[in-house]
């Protein structure tokens, strides 16, 4: 039988820096610990469209970006 395939996550200290093409608006963002659920970090931003980079929080091993409309 073969090996399946798999992810190793390798805990350090790691920064996202995401380029987004998002419509104009309004917008919450929150940065989430995929472990726990947690929010780690939130911004409310005013958009006029077009490019924009989102920065996360410096975490360990995993995180999601979770954007909203208010």
């Known amino acids: 039988m073969g ?3 798999g992810y190793r996550a390798t805990p350090g200290v790691y ?3 995401l380029e ?3 419509p104009a608006g309004s917008y919450k963002t929150d940065w989430v610990d995929p ?3 947690s929010i780690v970090g939130s911004t ?3 958009h ?3 490019k924009r980079t ?4 410096k975490y360990s091993v ?5 954007i909203k409309r208010p």
């Not at 995993?62 to 979770?66: G, K, S």
């Open 48 to 50: 006029k469209g077009g």
């Open 54 to 57: 989102l920065t996360s929080p």
């Open 3 to 5: 090996r399946g395939h």
């Open 15 to 17: 920064v996202e820096h």
């Open 35 to 37: 472990a726990t659920g």
């Open 20 to 22: 987004l093409n998002l």
């Open 62 to 66: 995993d995180i999601a970006l979770r």
């Open 44 to 46: 409310t931003l005013e």
